[in-house]
């Protein structure tokens, strides 16, 4: 698509009020079909005769905006009219708002001084067979709209009584069009909505709304008013030990809704903002208050869910729920690690330790080749993989385990779907990522001398650090190796000649076991055993199962040690002990922050601690889904729903259960691209039944039995 239409923006619009651009016309004739173009410098809504003209929300999305802008089609021939009116108001979105919050930076104040604006093409069709296009041009007027704020950090400012008056000529903006790409990720819509559970009068007096679940999105209230009263409205995830609200952990979010009322009954949400929250405090509300008149309005990508796990334990089906939940919070066109403070950003290391489990809970093949495809346009000259994606730290070092996102992500889409695609769009910032190490090493064969996160906030960190006790020249290495790994196999798979990576590799794995001939934590082993580096697997399996439970059977590892752990123990004859970790209700565990009261996946283990008071207030997010990585273990080990390297996209399958009677029974299914596969077991007196279904050729090992069996329906007994 070659756009015609000039960039146009609102001439001295005040600062902080959202533009609304406005089209009027008579239409010619019948019109037969009518598409429109559309994008924005920001997040825009745009109506059509006063209909929304899509349900994509947060329009044009986040992108990398200087090198890609997505664009959306749409078809409205259905709303035209005799007299037509088209507006456009534009929010200040990703696009110039002050990311991130906790920090200042020139990179930070070119971006929030980036000037709004939108872009789009009106193509209509006549019965006819004539032809006429609506360009943004000069002949576009602008108004204030009644958005007196919009924000991604700081909330939504609204006044019911404002009257857009579209008078002023817009003007045209110098912007590159050469940025702009067809809408490639998956639009984000509003995608369930939560009533209120209860309203609360806390001790302190305030005023709560409770909706039982934490959401990602938007609440909408409704209230019957008179002109000029005020609703304000703060979020938060948690109330404190006292039972009053809190959100502190928001940092200089200010997550807030100020909305100014006209009068009578009214109904409203914001539109070009969210939130992440499960509680809000109604600092004003006019007339009395009850649960009908609120509900959360949950917005994310438009990805669908293909996982289901349930078992024998409502604790862990609660822990299921929470990782669920936590994907969908934070898959908001980019992955993010949080979405309610200062921050959601699109972490590479939460993406890559998360990515296997978001690729079996839900489709993601289309949302993460767009991240992807922003990864690769970000990435920088010498081939490093910013910590975040779009690149909002530039002035922050690349960091092992989380610039492999680039080597990692491909791989696993590749695997779960099947789909050589995303390998051959990703290739060149596989082999670049690689390259960058090599290049940057101090140490040949190692990678040495970087400033990396380590295992961050693993539970062995010496005191006042957030970094756990692994070493991180042993991590940075043991990942150089993993990725230059995958550069091989999506090299082999693209049918491209890797001989050089390959004797790279070779000389990694050797240069790592004569610098580390011993592993000092559980991280450590962890990553010997996952990534095949130990030179006996099953002698460092035994050493890290002793130390885990020498620990006191705990964990004690951080974001890069975590995911693996229960698949090292699986591995090499530890199931029980893997069982034992999973289901640990004492702090650490995964099951602590349920029987706390979560609904979605804490960064800490003890964002709450055992005292009732919080971990901190400067990095605890209550939804933090990377430690949900664990539900890739629970389906292909507890259900023993396994890819095949050599079977991309399920095409084939091993299923191999690994039952344990504390759980009582377990059911998980895959809808893959080849159809469902599902896997359930449940103790039967002192037997085991296990029924599975297959849509593909199948292997299903159970204790002795090994059988292949075509698509279908099985059941089995130990």
């Known amino acids: 698509m070659e756009f015609q239409a000039k960039w146009i923006q609102a001439p001295g619009k005040a600062e902080d009020v959202c533009p609304v651009?406005?089209?009027?016309?008579?239409?010619?004739?019948?019109?037969?079909?009518?598409?429109?173009?559309?994008?924005?410098?920001?997040?825009?809504?745009?109506?059509?005769?006063?209909?929304?003209?899509?349900?994509?929300?947060?329009?044009?999305?986040?992108?990398?905006?200087?090198?890609?802008?997505?664009?959306?089609?749409?078809?409205?021939?259905?709303?035209l009219e005799e007299e037509n009116e088209l507006t456009v108001t534009v929010g200040k979105g990703w696009f110039s708002s002050h990311m991130p919050g906790w920090m200042e930076s020139e990179d930070k104040t070119r971006r929030a001084n980036r000037p709004m604006g939108i872009l789009g093409e009106l193509h209509l069709?006549?019965?006819?067979?004539?032809?006429?296009?609506?360009?943004?041009?000069?002949?576009?007027?602008?108004?204030?709209?009644?958005?007196?704020?919009?924000?991604?950090?700081?909330?939504?400012?609204?006044?019911?009584?404002?009257?857009?008056?579209?008078?002023?000529?817009?003007?045209?903006?110098?912007w590159p069009k050469e940025i702009l790409i067809p809408q490639e990720g998956e639009e984000?819509?509003?995608?369930?909505?939560?009533?209120?559970?209860?309203?609360?009068?806390?001790?302190?007096?305030?005023?709560?709304?409770?909706f039982g679940?934490?959401?990602?999105?938007?609440?909408?209230?409704?209230?019957?008013?008179?002109?000029?009263?005020?609703?304000?409205?703060?979020?938060?995830?948690?109330?404190?030990?006292?039972?009053?609200?809190?959100?502190?952990?928001?940092?200089?979010?200010?997550?807030?809704?100020?909305?100014?009322?006209?009068?009578?009954?009214?109904?409203?949400?914001?539109?070009?903002?969210?939130?992440?929250?499960?509680?809000?405090?109604?600092?004003?509300?006019?007339?009395?208050?009850?649960?009908?008149?609120?509900?959360?309005?949950?917005?994310?990508s438009d990805i669908q869910k293909t996982g289901s796990l349930s078992c024998g334990r409502p604790e862990v089906n609660q822990l299921f729920s929470n990782i669920f939940w936590g994907q969908k919070g934070n898959f908001l066109d980019v992955p993010t690690d949080c979405p309610q403070r200062d921050e959601r950003l699109g972490w590479t290391g939460d993406a890559q330790a998360f990515i296997k489990t978001a690729s079996y809970n839900y489709d993601v093949e289309k949302f993460f080749k767009k991240w992807l495809h922003d990864m690769a346009a970000a990435q920088r000259a010498d081939g490093g993989i910013g910590q975040v994606i779009p690149d909002y730290l530039p002035d922050g070092n690349p960091s092992a385990a989380w610039g492999d996102a680039a080597t990692i992500c491909p791989w696993q889409i590749y695997l779960t779907y099947g789909n050589k695609e995303v390998l051959a769009d990703q290739f060149d910032?596989?082999?670049?990522?690689?390259?960058?190490?090599?290049?940057?090493?101090?140490?040949?064969?190692?990678?040495?001398?970087?400033?990396?996160?380590?295992?961050?906030?693993?539970?062995?960190?010496?005191?006042?650090?957030?970094?756990?006790?692994?070493r991180d020249d042993f991590i940075a290495t043991a990942y150089y190796?993993?990725?230059?790994?995958?550069?091989?196999?999506?090299?082999?798979?693209?049918?491209?000649?890797?001989?050089?990576?390959?004797?790279?590799?070779?000389?990694?794995?050797?240069?790592?076991?004569?610098?580390?001939?011993?592993?000092?934590?559980?991280?450590?082993?962890?990553?010997?055993?996952?990534?095949?580096?130990?030179?006996?697997?099953?002698?460092?399996?035994?050493?890290?199962?002793?130390?885990?439970?020498?620990?006191?059977?705990?964990?004690?590892?951080?974001?890069?040690?975590?995911a693996y752990i229960l698949h090292a123990l699986s591995d090499y004859g530890y199931s029980e002990l893997a069982y034992t970790l999973f289901l640990r209700r004492k702090y650490p565990s995964w099951l602590f922050s349920v029987d706390q009261g979560a609904t979605t996946i804490w960064e800490h283990w003890d964002g709450i601690m055992e005292n009732g008071e919080f971990w901190s207030t400067d990095m605890n997010s209550f939804n933090h889904y990377a430690y949900g990585a664990v539900a890739d273990w629970v389906y292909e080990k507890a259900a023993g729903i396994c890819q095949l390297e050599e079977t991309p996209g399920f095409e084939k399958v091993k299923i191999q259960p690994m039952p344990d009677k504390r759980l009582g029974w377990l059911d998980a299914s895959i809808n893959t691209?080849?159809?469902?596969?599902?896997?359930?077991?449940?103790?039967?007196?002192?037997?085991?039944?296990?029924?599975i279904t297959t849509a593909v050729p199948a292997r299903i090992v159970i204790g002795e039995k090994d059988v292949c069996v075509e698509p279908g329906e099985y059941t089995f007994w130990s």
């Open 21 to 79: 651009f406005c089209r009027t016309w008579k239409s010619a004739g019948t019109v037969k079909k009518a598409e429109l173009y559309l994008t924005a410098l920001g997040v825009y809504e745009a109506r059509l005769n006063g209909r929304r003209v899509s349900e994509y929300v947060l329009a044009p999305g986040w992108t990398v905006y200087e090198k890609r802008l997505q664009y959306q089609k749409y078809d409205v021939t259905e709303m």
């Open 125 to 174: 069709e006549y019965e006819d067979g004539s032809t006429a296009v609506i360009s943004t041009d000069e002949n576009w007027t602008w108004g204030e709209s009644p958005v007196r704020f919009s924000e991604i950090y700081d909330g939504e400012t609204y006044d019911a009584t404002v009257a857009v008056k579209c008078e002023a000529p817009a003007a045209e903006l110098e």
């Open 188 to 210: 984000i819509h509003e995608k369930e909505r939560v009533m209120a559970e209860k309203v609360i009068i806390t001790p302190a007096g305030e005023t709560v709304i409770d």
């Open 213 to 300: 679940q934490e959401v990602t999105g938007y609440v909408e209230f409704t209230v019957d008013a008179k002109e000029g009263d005020q609703v304000q409205i703060l979020h938060g995830e948690v109330l404190d030990q006292n039972g009053n609200f809190y959100n502190a952990n928001y940092r200089s979010a200010k997550a807030e809704i100020n909305y100014t009322c006209r009068d009578g009954v009214q109904t409203w949400h914001p539109m070009l903002t969210f939130f992440g929250f499960r509680y809000i405090k109604l600092a004003k509300f006019p007339g009395e208050v009850r649960p009908e008149q609120f509900t959360a309005i949950v917005v994310y």
């Open 429 to 470: 910032c596989m082999k670049n990522w690689v390259d960058y190490i090599t290049g940057s090493t101090t140490t040949e064969y190692l990678w040495t001398g970087g400033e990396h996160f380590g295992d961050w906030l693993g539970l062995d960190a010496p005191s006042g650090s957030y970094k756990g006790s692994s």
């Open 481 to 562: 190796a993993y990725s230059t790994e995958l550069v091989i196999k999506a090299g082999k798979v693209l049918g491209k000649d890797v001989s050089a990576y390959e004797a790279l590799y070779a000389n990694i794995v050797k240069a790592f076991r004569e610098h580390y001939p011993e592993y000092r934590t559980q991280t450590e082993h962890v990553l010997a055993i996952h990534f095949r580096l130990a030179e006996d697997p099953q002698k460092t399996a035994d050493a890290l199962a002793e130390m885990v439970i020498r620990d006191g059977s705990q964990i004690m590892t951080g974001f890069v040690g975590t």
């Open 673 to 691: 691209r080849h159809g469902k596969i599902s896997s359930r077991w449940a103790y039967v007196g002192e037997k085991v039944r296990y029924d």
